[in-house]
């Protein structure tokens, strides 16, 4: 069995499973259940001067039958006096001294505000602090939150204020709700970041009622901008992480956040430079227990690929993520079907047909059965045949072999600009 | 079901019961869950498989998305008994045995989704299709079943005044008569009869045409007519002891227990159907549940021959009906009342030489004669022929089969059109609902393209 341990820019964690800031770990009863049910840490409900919640609060989006592919909030921060939730959590981190606490903290943008409250919660014991600069809604109305979050130098000022009376590890939260993550990044470790967190939620109105017409969620026929996160959001999330994974100016620790729901989704948040992860929404739609199952499924995975610890993992992929001008254009895969595997869907044929090259012919065999064929001279590789095909190995892409040396769009400009004397880097995306 | 109540007589209550739908339909969570399994083929190969090409993947798309309305009008629009159908179609040999799906998981339950679909339709009390703006021209159909009221109602989406001589009191054909109610309840066809009447189509019922209305008046009063006449009764197994009591016809004894309680008294006895189609089987599985104590199929061939489907056979079994193979009846045996009292068979084996339809031939084992002791014995080898109509029309037909071009339905005679089991021949299988829709719906065509001038019958183009 590999070791689950991590370290996380010097906080020590039984394994790499945070409960994100967030519902699920608003008391102390319900992180001691998490803990009890194998979550290795977990990021307390951002503390503050207490608010007032909304009814109704959540919402989700539903997909072919699935619920909660997305989920979207309106919820703030904690809405329980701070005294009640330092007392919980000094309860809580003398019953599990080995699990990891962090405190998350989110107040007006004033240095003594700042100071105030990371002594008070360093003073009852945790293992970091994470700044929330990332709730997307009533908060950012109050200048917390996202509100700075979206101002580099607020971040990095905020941060320093930090740094100089925190005596544990500062994790800087990041908000997606911006154009270059990165940018945001760079500035909380010029303030003194320790680590960063990403992604808090995205701006989203989950769906509009077409009966009624009210947006949904709606307090009491009103509704407001919310932050989607859950399933729907991971590809998003990802990206941030590995941008800012492969950032040489961000270069601290990151705790990776947004949709991750199995044990697959650990690995490749990991591989894409997490050190550690968090979750909400999952913990939201099946409870804690589900993480006896991600801890499952990650040990058997890391036994399988005979990794002695899941830090192995650790940024494995971020050097295979870089540019789109840097990627070889000569590179060519194309479409292969297995017909003894395939299912006469049809789904490859219409999809390339009307969406791509018009490359896949609905033909017929010597026998008289019904086939599908690529015509490989004018596939240009693009996948979508086998990402609409239902049938397990009945597509393959194939990498043609002898086709002319790589060579990327930056190459590729490098050597026009030899011959007429202009050239640009492309970050084409 | 309650096959072996203490009860002694067959009440009102236990009817109700027994003769309700016996499958359930889908909820609205498995609708929304088996929908949203459905690839959405392209080409699909359900939409082949079925004789009315109804567009599959696209009605279940819509109930997948909330919109059973949508759904409801793709079915009824190729199939105009598309209720019903979704109840009595073989489907695992049509739309649900084409499914990709089958070997790979498991195929679509497209029967229940579309028993879904339009069960809604059913109880909205939408009017699903408009007549047509009227073109004058008239078409007298002669039988108001699947293939009669598939005509009529594609002719009046096409402004033909049709008007459908229906000999019962009720139209609908087999499907309001002859299919058992714990599979096909009565109103279900009724309502299909209902949105034919809505276009604007009559239904003259208790009118039986060559009496109640003769050849010449109708071949005068009208620009086609659509022969969709059906079949009649079971015909005479020509062996002694027919004429006891307590003999059935089987289509009769379904069609008894169609329209209330069934003043005949199965209560307790022991019946035997003779025959081993899907009427057979209808026979039976209602015979138990009219409280028989003990119902056999006598069938003079084995289970590899029987035309039943697969899933009534099956049905049967459960229902606690049991089959004597290779059995032949040579007698009804009464006592001295005149009511049945033994059936006399003989064992029969397979000759091994294929007789004229392919099949092996039974022959009687020697000496293997036995009585079987019975209360009733239902009869359910096939249907009569029209042949007194069918002669009257001056049709060309095969054995009381009028013959048609396949393509237009069109008989020997240009002013008339057939579609439906009177033109199903024998060693085609099992005449479908589904297929005696399609045809009618052709026999539309036809009329249409010959009316309007039109090159192509459009109507019922899928949606």
Not at chain 1, 298 to 305: G, Q, S
Not at chain 2, 1 to 26: D, I, W, Y
Not at chain 2, 43 to 71: E, H, M, V
Request: aromatic share 6%.
């Amino acid at each position: 069995m590999a070791d689950l341990s991590i370290d996380f820019a010097g906080i020590k964690s039984p394994n790499p499973f945070w409960l994100a800031s967030a519902p699920p770990t608003n008391t102390g009863y319900q992180v001691q259940r998490a803990f009890e049910a194998g979550w290795g840490g977990a990021v307390w409900k951002t503390l503050g001067e207490p608010v007032i919640n909304t009814s109704a609060r959540f919402a989700a989006v539903h997909f072919g039958g699935q619920r909660v592919a997305g989920f979207n909030n309106i919820e703030l921060i904690t809405d329980r006096p701070l005294e009640v939730n330092l007392k919980e959590i000094y309860e809580t981190k003398r019953r599990f001294p080995d699990h990891t606490i962090i405190a998350s903290l989110m107040v007006e943008p004033k240095r003594e505000k700042w100071h105030e409250i990371v002594k008070r919660v360093e003073a009852i014991g945790v293992d970091g602090l994470e700044l929330n600069f990332g709730c997307p809604h009533g908060m950012a109305e109050r200048g917390m939150g996202a509100a700075s979050g979206q101002q580099p130098d607020l971040v990095q000022a905020q941060t320093a204020w930090v740094k100089e009376v925190a005596t544990t590890p500062v994790i800087v939260k990041l908000t997606p709700n911006i154009t270059d993550i990165t940018v945001v990044a760079r500035h909380a470790v010029k303030g003194g970041a320790d680590a960063i967190s990403l992604i808090n939620t995205i701006n989203s109105l989950a769906g509009v009622d077409i009966h009624s017409w009210n947006t949904i969620p709606n307090v009491g026929g009103q509704g407001a901008h919310g932050g989607y996160c859950g399933p729907a959001v991971k590809p998003i999330a990802l990206s941030m992480v590995a941008e800012c994974a492969r950032d040489r100016e961000v270069g601290v620790p990151i705790s990776g956040i947004g949709g991750i729901s199995t044990w697959q989704d650990v690995v490749e948040f990991m591989l894409m430079g997490s050190t550690g992860i968090q979750v909400c929404t999952a913990v939201m739609h099946h409870g804690f227990r589900i993480v006896e199952e991600m801890i499952d499924g990650l040990n058997h995975y890391l036994d399988e690929k005979g990794l002695a610890s899941v830090t192995e993992l650790i940024g494995k992929s971020v050097p295979r993520y870089s540019n789109w001008g840097d990627l070889d254009l000569n590179y060519q895969v194309v479409a292969r079907i297995n017909e003894e595997n395939c299912i006469n869907c049809n789904k490859c044929h219409i999809a390339c047909e009307d969406a791509s090259h018009q490359c896949i012919d609905m033909l017929t065999n010597a026998e008289g059965k019904a086939i599908l064929q690529v015509r490989e001279e004018d596939c240009v590789g693009c996948n979508l045949c086998s990402i609409v095909c239902p049938a397990d190995g009945a597509i393959d892409m194939i990498a043609l072999e002898g086709g002319a040396a790589p060579m990327s769009w930056n190459q590729r400009s490098r050597i026009i600009s030899g011959v007429n004397g202009s050239y640009s880097e492309a970050e084409v995306g | 079901m309650e096959q072996s109540s203490p009860l002694t007589t067959f009440t009102p209550e236990l009817f109700m019961r027994n003769f309700a739908e016996a499958e359930p339909g889908l909820t609205r969570k498995g609708a929304i869950e088996e929908s949203n399994r459905c690839l959405y083929c392209y080409d699909a190969p359900c939409i082949q498989a079925c004789p009315t090409s109804i567009n599959i993947p696209s009605f279940i798309k819509r109930i997948a998305t909330d919109n059973l309305r949508g759904a409801a009008q793709t079915i009824m629009d190729a199939n105009p008994v598309g209720a019903s159908c979704a109840r009595v179609c073989p489907t695992e040999e049509l739309c649900e045995g084409a499914c990709v799906l089958n070997g790979t998981s498991a195929p679509i339950e497209i029967g229940l989704l579309q028993r879904y679909a339009t069960d809604w339709a059913i109880r909205s009390g939408l009017q699903l299709f408009q007549a047509g703006e009227s073109n004058g021209k008239k078409v007298a159909v002669i039988g108001g079943g699947p293939a009669g009221l598939s005509a009529a109602r594609e002719l009046a989406r096409e402004g033909f005044q049709v008007v459908i001589y229906e000999a019962k009191p009720l139209a609908g054909g087999l499907d309001t008569h002859g299919i058992v109610s714990f599979r096909l309840p009565q109103d279900i066809s009724l309502w299909e009869v209902e949105q034919v009447e809505r276009l604007g189509v009559e239904i003259r019922t208790g009118m039986k045409v060559g009496l109640d209305i003769s050849i010449e008046e109708l071949k005068a009063g009208y620009d086609a007519i659509v022969l969709a006449a059906g079949m009649g009764y079971v015909p005479p197994l020509g062996i002694e002891g027919e004429k006891l009591s307590g003999v059935y016809d089987a289509i009769e004894l379904v069609e008894t227990t169609k329209t209330g309680i069934p003043t005949l008294e199965l209560m307790g006895q022991r019946v035997a159907v003779i025959g081993a189609g899907n009427t057979a089987i209808d026979a039976a599985t209602c015979s138990v549940r009219l409280g028989a104590a003990n119902v056999k199929m006598i069938y003079r061939r084995t289970r590899g021959e029987m035309t039943a489907y697969d899933f009534e056979y099956e049905f049967a079994k459960q229902e606690g009906v049991e089959f004597n193979w290779l059995t032949l009846p040579k007698r009804i045996v009464g006592d001295e009342l005149g009511n049945v009292a033994a059936l006399e068979c003989v064992r029969m084996e397979l000759s091994g030489e294929a007789g004229p339809d392919g099949r092996p031939s039974p022959v009687p084992v020697a000496g293997s004669e036995f009585l079987l002791p019975v209360d009733a014995v239902v009869v359910a080898i096939g249907q009569k022929r029209r042949m007194d109509l069918i002669e009257a029309l001056g049709l060309k037909h095969k054995r009381g089969v009028v013959e048609i071009d396949p393509a237009t339905g069109r008989t020997s005679d240009p002013q008339i059109y057939a579609a439906g089991d009177i033109v199903f021949g024998a060693g085609t299988g099992e005449a479908m609902v589904v297929s005696a829709a399609q045809q009618g719906k052709d026999a539309a065509y036809a009329i249409v393209k010959q009316w309007s001038g039109r090159q192509d019958g459009i109507v019922g183009s899928a949606v």
